[in-house]
């Protein structure tokens, strides 16, 4: 088994004889792929083993509906594990699985919740797997298996999800500013955005979300409620009262969830108020209606 430094890890190889054959986006795999290790590498203490391997499996149960088998990458490393409770939560968007994560700077580490999206694009599943804390992680991904190379090269682009609506300003992509002080989850979400075919701008503090503001026009604010210094409350009232920006569609992200949150929220000039983990179909569901309303009425405010 081949082995190389990755990141001061050890990273061991194990790849089949033969090629394994899947209709895939290679960029977007090697995105999954990519995630997968620089998560494995974030979560372990230097030096640690990481092992990426690739087989194939020809039982009923995988993913192909034709029986065919599927395909199965598996990322495991000797890393700080996970509780069983995070095992619940890993893919979730925002998610907090604990303490032992503190070197993530509260973020669940880079893309887990993009790799899930992706995977399942792909006609694929991805489960984690932790024997708990302090025993190392693997994912597991499975994707269609194909019979032949033939049947591999008659589609290589990522499968479409359905049409991202247009915006009402001449068709352009939809412009959408995400303050969100966890750099990694803001990444995350934006990459999200970006899949569905909106544009995706990221700040990391009240402060600066007003500069963009100002400068960008979004037609969307997904604004974190917890930020330093000037909190997504007080970011709320200066767009809508001080920048004049009525017509945005202005989402609060929120660890908190209760009738009072909400309340304190609509006053502050929220439209919606989401609950970390954020149900992303949630999220999409409102984005549409909102582009849906721009374009049925152009004068209407948000």
Known sequence: MP???FKGHQLSLDLPSEPVWVEADPIRLEQVVSNL????????????????TLE????????????????????????????????LHIFDLFAQVGPTLARSEGGLGIGLTLVKRLVELHGGQVEAHSAGLGRGSEFRIQLPLLETPEAAARGRQLPEEPSAPSSAAGGSGLSILVIEDNVDAA?????????????????????????SAIAACPNVVLLDLGLPVMDGYEV??????ELGLGRILLVAMSGYGQEDDRR???EAGFDYHLTKPIDLDELRRIIAAYVSS???QPGHDA
Do not use: C, F
Not at 62 to 67: K, S
Not at 236 to 241: F, G, P, S
């Open 3 to 5: 082995s190389w430094t």
């Open 37 to 52: 290790l620089q998560n494995a590498s974030k979560y372990m203490d230097s030096g640690g083993q990481v092992w990426l």
């Open 56 to 87: 194939k499996d020809t039982s009923t149960t995988g993913v192909a509906p034709t029986g065919t088998g599927s395909a199965v990458i598996r990322v495991r490393d000797a890393g700080i594990g996970i509780s069983p409770e995070g095992l």
């Open 187 to 211: 990444l995350t979400l934006g990459e999200v955005l970006e899949l569905w075919g909106y544009e995706a701008r990221l700040v990391h503090s009240g402060e600066i979300a007003l500069e």
């Open 236 to 241: 709320a009232r200066r767009l809508r009262a």
């Open 264 to 266: 304190r929220t609509r």
């Open 294 to 296: 721009m374009d049925q």
